[in-house]
């Protein structure tokens, strides 16, 4: 009896340390070799998988960092500054401290819910009726309105509004990941700097079409007549193509621009007053005067 | 009798214009002519401003390899090259003209008379059809001068001739082929002579008795000509699908009509070839079906391309009934819906087509019950509900697999669905996003 239990202990024992031997082998063959530094930035990271650095994922994001070994090219967009920084000290590299950016939306239809030219009953997706026509405002380069953006969103920081017929960006969930810009078949959706105090400047429209073509279309439309380019101070205005662009990365938030448009284009984010002309305040102070003026 | 096997429906014909004579639609005072009235690159514009022009006159050429010529409708003076926005309110690159008179180019002929004979070689017919500017009228506007100059190492062994006019209210066909037979049958044997001297095939639905025994008394006057009546179903007049129904020959999935030996044109392109190469008048004119329900008269009109929708509204019915849900260019199957009244009609328009409010809405969508009408009702043999749900979920390339791009956006899936799902809409945007990414990929 004992002879038996003996038996089996040795066998099982020799196969054991048979087993063991090849199971080192091949892992020693099989080997992979793991920077443990990713998993550390992986951990760093929001873990929003949300593709916004234009990577498959934040596993993917780290393993880029890693084996680049820096930050340069490379921002997550959703972790801001504070991620940024935790990689590199992480990765024992400098980091340049970026403009933190906001999505925004080029448009603001005057011909917007009750007014609209047409109605459109088809698949709701905005890359699907952009293919079709011009869309419900008339525009041929504005919001068509059906959501794509707001479907592409992971943050929830776009929702549409349904009176004017455009979506509307939440700044504070905004990750500025990018996934709308892509998502909208028109362009309309810009990623912008968030600026100073989160105060920016933009003109809120996209439409090429020439002045009066453009003002036919919407009645807030950017005719292309320049005033804004000849009144900023800092050279950040161009208007190319019928259509004026503020140059965000030069652009001071003075809102001389803002007061000069003669369409109501130019949109101002975050200002406590709205921005008045400075004749107009001196009119308002002597009404009289003005009057017989224009008489 | 013929027709194809695979799919196809049967929405209601509704061929409500087909008593009413072509008559000819005087001139408005101004026009815009569009330069991309075809498929491929818009033409580059040849005229300046204040240039004076006459009917048939060259104003914007092909310069690209897939683009066709355009031509002035009117004679007047150039007043700008701008934009101008088309049917679906997009701006394109367009001459403007102020109309003066009636002033044809000397070289058109302008005589009823029918000539019948045409000594020209193939590749003369090919390089006349370029010169005219003449582009299919069967709907895709495809530029004619390039589906007859055939590849080398492809042979054409049929002509077939598209005279289904499957779609609903479209008659537009249908009279061409009543008051212009003879002239048709000239430009159906110049195609052949184009093609060396192949067969041709007419194929009519036997819903027009009458046009399928006028052909086949003129055919009957001519060589190589037949005319195939077909039984009555939609999609006939798809080319894949005629060429199935006429000549028992299927078109390979992601093939031309050329790769199955046919050539495929429809029949008011015939008519605009003898015009082109017989009368030397470029493609200026449009026939036009102006038909609806609700309209107090049903018409068919000879109209100069750039004639706004709104003027031959004016001219033929006053002004639009109250009760107008949509105003459609083509049939109510694959006809787009115009939302720019005000945008110039352009090569191969067919109709202007009225529907009322309560027929133009579409029906609330509900959930696919897995019924497989649509699958039944494909001329193609795909599974259109498989797309929707692959288009909806974003995986394109098993929608390529499955042969999304085969799709000829007829309609029928969108037709016979219980469940109102806009299945045609889906498929087409499946399609662009799959060329984007096949695109992406070279």
């Known amino acids: 009896m004992s002879q038996q239990i003996i038996v089996a202990v040795a066998v099982l024992g020799v196969l054991g340390v048979l087993f063991a031997v090849i199971l080192y082998f091949v892992a020693q063959k099989f080997k992979v070799v793991e920077d443990p530094l990713i998993d550390e930035v992986a951990e760093a990271l929001p873990g929003a998988n949300c593709g916004g650095c234009g990577k498959a994922g934040c596993r993917a994001f780290a393993e880029a960092c890693v084996a680049q070994g820096s930050l340069d090219g490379l921002r997550c967009a959703p972790g801001g500054d504070a991620v940024a920084a935790r990689i590199a000290e992480l990765l024992g590299c400098a980091v340049e401290q970026g403009e933190p950016l906001v999505a925004v939306v080029r448009c603001n239809p005057s011909n917007c819910a009750g007014k609209r030219l047409s109605h459109y009953d088809g698949l709701r997706s905005c890359a699907f009726e952009a293919t079709v026509y011009c869309g419900e405002s008339g525009c041929p380069n504005g919001c068509l309105g059906c959501g794509d953006c707001v479907a592409a969103c992971q943050f929830e920081a776009i929702v549409m509004d349904e009176g004017r017929g455009v979506p509307v960006v939440d700044a504070e969930r905004c990750a500025a990941c990018g996934a709308c810009v892509k998502a909208c078949p028109r362009g309309v959706i810009e990623l912008r700097h968030k600026g100073r105090k989160d105060r920016r400047v933009y003109v809120e429209c996209i439409n090429r079409e020439k002045g009066a073509a453009a003002r036919k279309t919407c009645a807030n439309a950017c005719i292309g007549c320049g005033k804004c380019e000849k009144v900023c101070p800092v050279g950040a205005i161009a208007v190319e193509g019928n259509l004026s662009y503020i140059d965000h990365t030069k652009c001071i938030a003075c809102r001389k621009c803002v007061v000069e448009c003669p369409t109501g284009a130019i949109r101002d984010v975050g200002f406590p007053a709205p921005a008045v002309k400075p004749e107009a305040a001196k009119v308002a102070e002597a009404p009289a005067a003005a009057a017989v003026k224009a008489e | 009798m013929k027709t194809f096997k695979m799919g196809g429906v049967h929405p209601e014909e509704n061929k409500i214009s087909n008593e009413a004579p072509i008559e000819v639609m005087p001139v408005g005072s101004q026009v815009a002519v569009l330069m991309n009235q075809h498929l491929g690159a818009p033409a580059?514009?040849?005229?300046?401003?204040?240039?004076?022009?006459?009917?048939?006159?060259?104003?914007?050429?092909?310069?690209?390899?897939?683009?066709?010529?355009?031509?002035?409708?009117?004679?007047?003076?150039?007043?700008?090259?701008?934009?101008?926005?088309?049917?679906?309110?997009?701006?394109?690159?367009?001459?403007?003209?102020?109309?003066?008179?009636?002033?044809?180019?000397?070289?058109?002929?302008?005589?009823?008379?029918?000539?019948?004979?045409?000594?020209?070689?193939?590749a003369e017919i090919v390089a006349k059809l370029k010169e005219k500017g003449v582009v299919g009228l069967g709907g895709a506007t495809f530029p004619t001068h390039i589906k007859y100059s055939i590849p080398e190492g492809k042979k054409a062994d049929y002509l077939v001739v598209n005279a289904a006019e499957c779609e609903p209210y479209l008659t537009s066909d249908l009279r061409v082929m009543l008051e212009h037979a003879e002239e048709i049958c000239v430009g159906i044997s110049i195609l052949r002579t184009a093609l060396g001297g192949v067969k041709a095939y007419v194929g009519i639905?036997?819903?027009?008795?009458?046009?399928?025994?006028?052909?086949?008394?003129?055919?009957?006057?001519?060589?190589?000509?037949?005319?195939?009546?077909?039984?009555?179903?939609?999609?006939q007049g798809a080319e894949k699908q005629l060429i199935q129904a006429v000549t028992g020959r299927r078109v390979p999935s992601g093939k031309l009509p050329i790769d199955a030996g046919c050539v495929v044109s429809n029949v008011g392109t015939c008519f605009a070839v003898y015009e082109a190469v017989q009368k030397n008048k470029p493609l200026i004119e449009n026939i036009l079906t102006v038909t609806g329900k609700e309209l107090p008269s049903q018409h068919n009109y000879l109209v100069r391309i750039g004639t706004t929708y709104n003027e031959i509204i004016r001219h033929s019915i006053g002004e639009l009934p109250e009760t107008t849900g949509k105003v459609i260019s083509g049939g109510t199957m694959m006809g787009k819906a115009v939302v720019n009244l005000d945008a110039p009609t352009v090569k191969g328009n067919a109709s202007v087509l009225v529907i009322g409010e309560r027929e133009a809405r579409r029906q609330p969508e509900t959930a696919c019950i897995r019924c497989g009408k649509c699958m039944d009702a494909c001329p193609m043999g795909l599974e259109p509900y498989l797309f929707s749900a692959l288009v909806k979920g974003g995986r394109f390339e098993e929608a390529r697999?499955?042969?999304?791009?085969?799709?000829?956006?007829c309609g029928c899936c969108f037709f016979s669905c219980p469940a109102c799902k806009p299945l045609t809409d889906e498929i087409r945007l499946g399609k662009n996003k799959v060329r984007a990414l096949m695109a992406a990929k070279k």
């Open chain 2, 205 to 235: 639905e036997s819903n027009k008795p009458q046009a399928i025994s006028v052909m086949t008394q003129m055919a009957a006057t001519f060589e190589g000509i037949e005319v195939v009546p077909l039984r009555v179903k939609y999609p």
């Open chain 2, 401 to 409: 697999v499955h042969n999304i791009l085969d799709c000829i956006e």
């Open chain 2, 44 to 122: 580059t514009p040849v005229v300046q401003k204040g240039e004076r022009v006459k009917v048939g006159q060259l104003i914007g050429e092909a310069q690209a390899f897939m683009c066709a010529n355009v031509h002035s409708p009117v004679s007047g003076t150039v007043l700008k090259v701008d934009t101008c926005k088309d049917a679906f309110g997009q701006p394109k690159p367009a001459v403007y003209i102020a109309v003066e008179g009636d002033e044809w180019m000397e070289e058109i002929d302008r005589t009823a008379e029918v000539k019948r004979e045409c000594a020209l070689t193939a």
